[in-house]
């Protein structure tokens, strides 16, 4: 079974608990506004290009077999149209100003990449995540990466949207012990709102998270908070209200708004808005407006 991945974090700290090696995945329904990965958006191998890293030294024209880099007066110029995503370009260049994003890459083959940092687990209490992207744009890959985790005893969280997956899917990888946590996207808590920051309704993620909680899964819900979209205290109030009623939620982050996305997004060759940051003022009001309707514990990450 194979799956396609852009990259590989170890060491990570943020993504559940413990050390964590954290795989992002290939592949996304949502189409958020603010998108912080926008390379794992599209079900397909992507070349990034950072034009301010590039320091004009011509490698990647030598290596190129399609005349895809061409450098005159100075400047590098890139014939995105005409790339075939070899990598040639992306394994020369001595400053990463080239990256190729998406690996196929068998099941077995990244569980044993995987397990490279069991040593880190134990000792810390992490484990892997699955995050993207959307991990569950390709359910049977990532169930077979998590149930090889699992056989080995390696705690599992998976980062989700809930988006464009059925409930019988997150039910029976929640009743199957296939994630021992999941971490939870709550990215507008109105409908219309939604639809518009992020491409896709709110009902169905609503309704997996609710499956998830009477599945007696673990969850902890990641919330971004974008400037101008859904800073809002009557959206932080939802939050709590659904915090409250679903089972098994037992954190809510959070996440603040930053513009690493918009770097990626040039890199593509596209286009993002752009958001301010939010002041400390302003989240301290936020995150006190809903820890009023919630005692479940909450933070800014």
């Not at 014939?79 to 992306?90: D, F, K, P, Q, S």
């Not at 687990?121 to 359910?139: C, V």
């Not at 219309?192 to 169905?204: I, K, L, Q, Y």
Request: charged share 30%.
């Amino acid at each position: 079974m194979k799956g396609l991945i852009t990259r590989i974090q170890r060491f990570s700290t943020t993504n559940g608990p413990g050390l964590r090696t954290t795989v992002f995945m290939k592949g996304c329904p949502l189409r958020c506004l603010w998108c912080h990965n926008p390379e794992t958006q599209k079900m397909k191998r992507e070349l990034l290009y950072y034009e301010e890293t590039c320091t004009r030294c011509g490698s990647c024209a030598e290596a190129c077999p399609k005349g895809v880099h061409i450098f005159q007066d100075g400047k590098h110029v890139f014939l995105r149209e005409n790339c075939v995503l070899c990598g040639a370009c992306a394994d020369v260049c001595p400053v990463r100003a080239l990256e190729l994003s998406g690996e196929e890459i068998e099941a077995e083959e990244l569980v044993t990449r995987l397990l490279r940092d069991r040593a880190f687990y134990e000792h810390s209490g992490g484990g892997i995540t699955l995050s993207g992207g959307e991990p569950l744009f390709q359910p049977a890959f990532t169930e077979e990466v998590l149930r090889r985790c699992k056989a080995e005893g390696i705690h599992t969280c998976v980062d989700t949207s809930g988006a464009g997956v059925s409930c019988d899917t997150v039910a029976r990888f929640t009743r199957e012990g296939l994630a021992d946590l999941w971490l939870y996207d709550l990215k507008e808590t109105d409908e219309e709102r939604h639809r518009a920051a992020t491409g896709v309704p709110f009902t169905p993620i609503l309704r997996n998270l609710e499956t998830i909680g009477e599945a007696h899964g673990k969850l902890r819900l990641r919330c971004p908070v974008i400037p101008g979209v859904n800073d809002r205290e009557e959206h932080m109030e939802k939050i709590g209200e659904i915090a409250e009623k679903v089972p098994g939620v037992l954190a809510i982050d959070l996440v603040p708004y930053h513009r690493l996305g918009l770097v990626k997004a040039e890199a593509l060759g596209e286009q993002q808005k752009t958001f301010e940051a939010l002041p400390e003022t302003r989240k301290k009001a936020l995150l006190g407006r809903l820890q009023e309707k919630t005692d479940i514990p909450s933070s800014w990450i």
